[in-house]
């Protein structure tokens, strides 16, 4: 098994590595059908944040996130 940082995944990367719109990742994300991370809505704005785990990333797509080469956002 991969050692996995301890960052957030950015949902920029996801689409780019999967082909996809930022949107779709979101959605997918949020309705549990991409079972990669969590959102969660911010208590003073609602505005939605999104955490995406490197483990789970890998888990489920097989996509290994490497923040040396990609830089770490959290």
Do not use: H
């Not at 990367?13 to 549990?32: C, L, N, S």
């Not at 704005?45 to 956002?73: F, R």
């Amino acid at each position: 098994m991969p050692k996995f940082p301890a960052c957030n995944v950015p949902v920029a990367f996801v689409a780019k590595v999967m082909k996809k719109d930022a949107t779709f990742i979101r959605a997918g994300i949020e309705q549990g059908w991409l079972p990669i991370g969590y959102a969660k809505p911010s208590e003073k704005t609602g505005k939605m944040s999104y955490y995406i785990s490197p483990k789970l990333l890998w888990e489920v797509t097989g996509i290994l996130y490497q923040p040396e080469k990609e830089g770490c956002d959290g």
